[in-house]
């Protein structure tokens, strides 16, 4: 198979009120898929359509539907873009490779993104279409010990310099090299822009500061296939 | 040129009082060397010996002398190695893999390492050998704002917490995977491995919980190659 095979592809995304796809999953797999050039359809789903698809066989999206081939996690959606499209760039060129971007993907998990979920759960709540409002905020509530979105994100700023501390490695590292692929991005680097990308999105508080250094990357990762991420650009992410 | 070339390899490592090597970063280039199936001999020097070799060029060590050439930054070393012996077993098969051990190395040395430091600064100066211990004092105490090494250590205990926080990235991964490097280890395994070997070897307070999880990979890090860093052994790091 290769991209220009007419075996269609589908990717399910999460549609927030604007229309806008803001999750750092489904985000993933649209750099991933650009980086490949696969041509793909877009089919936005709201938090509440997701089980009405695929019999509800899917809690979660990205999905990827492909023939009769149908994923939802995004790492076994990326290494299928890879065994499917093997004339295509390849996502992952060594073993290694795969294995040092799960490791920063372990990392931008622990010690970013779930500090960012912190910041950003209520205003991914009123990012949400008025539809699903009401189901994210049960079914996230439900984990917050009987806190609501208001009171759990009510001292939301006083986590900020946490984060910024936790990207000192990444900007260590970027002092030196364009991507965290290197020359080139990969899907380290799609991973971490996905994220970023989210809180850029929904976010109604500054993420970063002003001067951060991290500004020329995050300028150069959403500016990657024809600025695939410019929309809404990098500037929300700054004070 | 090959392994089995008639160029001579050396390889000026850091003496401890028991004649045992400790540095992080000379034990990074043990590791490649073994990796890479290179023999070679070892030069001991102690801290105050680095300026009188090679015309005082070096301030630190590994130096690796290969022929005619002398390097001694770790990296420069590896990268090196990689060149001078092509068809021996790579460090770097791809430049995406240089560039994701990078990372990995800059997020354990901010995240980690400079907090091992923090914990075992006079322990390495109580393992060094004697004649050293003056200038080690010295050199290190002069970045303490006036403290002492006792003083500056006094507390020691209380940043352990933070250590073992910090290294949740690296035990979520290592619950899916044997090394870094995937199923083989690779230089972002070395890189840590030496970390924790330094630890090991010169440390009096144990580093992790009895029941961390990193142990098994430590365990079959410190194995590598026929036992590479047995002695003194994993046990030394777990309270």
């Given at each position: 198979m290769t991209a220009t095979d007419n075996t269609k592809v589908t990717l399910y995304e999460l549609a927030l009120e604007d229309g806008r796809s803001a999750s750092p999953f489904v985000w993933r797999i649209r750099y991933a898929l650009a980086h490949k050039g696969i041509p793909y359809e877009t089919r936005y789903v709201g938090f509440t359509e997701i089980p009405t698809?695929?019999?509800?066989?899917?809690?979660?999206?990205?999905i990827l539907q492909h023939g009769d081939t149908v994923l939802n996690e995004s790492w076994d959606i990326a290494e299928y873009l890879d065994r499917a499209f093997?004339?295509?760039?390849?996502?992952?060129?060594t073993p290694a490779e795969n294995s040092l971007v799960r490791f920063t993907d372990a990392w931008f998990m622990n010690e970013v993104m779930r500090k960012m979920f912190r910041v950003y759960i209520k205003d991914v709540h009123d990012a949400a279409r008025p539809q699903d409002r009401q189901y994210f905020r049960e079914s996230r509530e439900k984990?917050?010990?009987?806190?609501?979105l208001e009171t759990f994100t009510a001292?939301?700023?006083?986590h900020l310099p946490a984060i910024r501390t936790a990207l000192a490695p990444l900007r260590q590292y970027l002092a030196k090299s364009p991507f965290l692929g290197g020359s080139n991005p990969n899907y380290a680097d799609y991973i971490a822009l996905g994220g970023f990308y989210w809180a850029a999105s929904a976010?109604?508080?500054?993420?970063?500061?002003?001067?951060?250094?991290?500004r020329d990357w995050l300028t150069r990762g959403f500016g990657l296939y024809g600025g695939i991420a410019r929309v809404p650009g990098v500037e929300p992410l700054f004070e």
């Open positions: 698809i695929f019999g509800g066989k899917f809690k979660t999206v990205p093997p004339d295509q760039p390849r996502l992952f060129n984990n917050m010990k009987g806190q609501t001292d939301r700023a006083a976010g109604t508080l500054p993420l970063l500061e002003r001067n951060d250094m991290l």
